[in-house]
């Protein structure tokens, strides 16, 4: 008789449904495949997106929800969560519950407004992002944005993402990855746990076709928790992965294209 197969690090993503195939549950279940993890999802919306936008979006119940995150980690387990798209505060609620009785880490993208601008968290859902879903992240990921919806501080600067940092860290995660990817020169990060601090840089890739690299980042992020990672190694890593799937991003639609999340395969990287 063969020996059975290892069972690989499993990652479940919470979050809404890009139709277009580039960001949501889409990219992150194809960086948990990339990155060797199996990935697991609860679905929290539905969107009518393509490269050109978001064209409509949907939420589920509260109840759907929360049976699609009973099943999977009563049965299967996780050894990791990750966060998307919540754009309800009964949503945000719900999760943030959930995750709260899991005991698996959390790595929160607090995903407010979309790659084309559009809306995708109801401003009614910030004080329960702040006050509930926060508290629970093992790693909070926003961009410069969602900073500015969360702490009301601008990031012009380097100097600001410390500032941005100590913001979030204020409403609890236990680390604050501030993506700087919207300020001129290079796409650099910062990484803090308020105690330490790792900044994280790439050189600026001449490509539009960056849809989906939050997600990618933090679903990422995600498979390296689960693998056993302390968080700055599995930051480092995922940083690694979408410089890589941010070059060879791609043109698809008429739009913006998405990231490439298969790109190692295809490099025989």
């Known amino acids: 008789m063969s020996a059975p197969a290892p069972i690989p690090p499993r990652v479940l993503t919470v979050a809404g449904s890009d139709s277009g195939g580039g960001a949501g549950i889409q990219a992150d279940l194809k960086t948990m495949l990339a990155?060797?993890?199996?990935?697991?999802?609860?679905?929290?919306?539905?969107?009518a997106q393509?490269?050109?936008?978001?064209?409509?979006?949907?939420?589920?119940?509260?109840?759907?929800?929360?049976?699609?995150?009973r099943s999977v980690v009563d049965d299967i387990g996780?050894?990791?969560?990750?966060?998307g798209m919540l754009s309800s505060a009964l949503l945000v609620d719900t999760v943030a519950e959930l995750l709260a009785?899991?005991?698996?880490?959390?790595?929160?993208?607090?995903?407010?407004?979309?790659?084309?601008?559009?809306?995708?968290?109801?401003?009614?859902?910030?004080?329960?992002?702040?006050?509930?879903?926060?508290?629970?992240?093992?790693?909070?990921?926003?961009?410069?944005?969602?900073?500015?919806?969360l702490t009301g501080i601008t990031v012009t600067d380097?100097?600001?993402?410390?500032?941005?940092?100590?913001?979030?860290?204020?409403?609890?995660?236990?680390w604050a990855l501030i993506k700087g990817g919207h300020l001129p020169g290079e796409a650099v990060d910062l990484l803090t746990d308020g105690s330490e601090e790792h900044w994280l840089r790439a050189p600026r890739l001449?490509?539009?076709?960056?849809?989906?690299?939050?997600?990618?980042l933090a679903s990422a992020i995600a498979c390296g928790l689960a693998?056993?990672?302390?968080?700055?190694?599995?930051?480092?890593?995922?940083?690694?992965?979408?410089?890589?799937a941010i070059r060879?991003?791609?043109?698809?639609?008429s739009g913006i294209g998405p990231v490439d999340h298969g790109w190692q395969a295809r490099t025989g990287r």
């Open 158 to 174: 380097e100097a600001g993402m410390r500032r941005a940092a100590a913001g979030i860290l204020g409403h609890g995660p236990r």
């Open 35 to 47: 990155l060797g993890t199996h990935g697991m999802s609860v679905l929290t919306a539905v969107t």
């Open 227 to 244: 693998r056993g990672q302390d968080v700055p190694t599995a930051v480092r890593g995922a940083k690694e992965y979408v410089t890589g």
């Open 248 to 253: 060879a991003g791609f043109a698809l639609g």
């Open 101 to 149: 009785a899991t005991g698996a880490p959390v790595v929160v993208d607090p995903v407010g407004v979309s790659k084309h601008g559009d809306a995708l968290l109801a401003a009614e859902a910030l004080d329960s992002v702040r006050t509930k879903l926060l508290p629970v992240a093992t790693v909070a990921t926003p961009n410069l944005d969602e900073v500015a919806q």
């Open 206 to 216: 001449d490509n539009r076709h960056t849809h989906g690299t939050g997600c990618t």
């Open 50 to 69: 393509n490269s050109l936008g978001v064209q409509g979006a949907w939420d589920l119940p509260a109840d759907a929800v929360r049976a699609q995150y």
């Open 78 to 83: 996780v050894q990791a969560v990750k966060t």
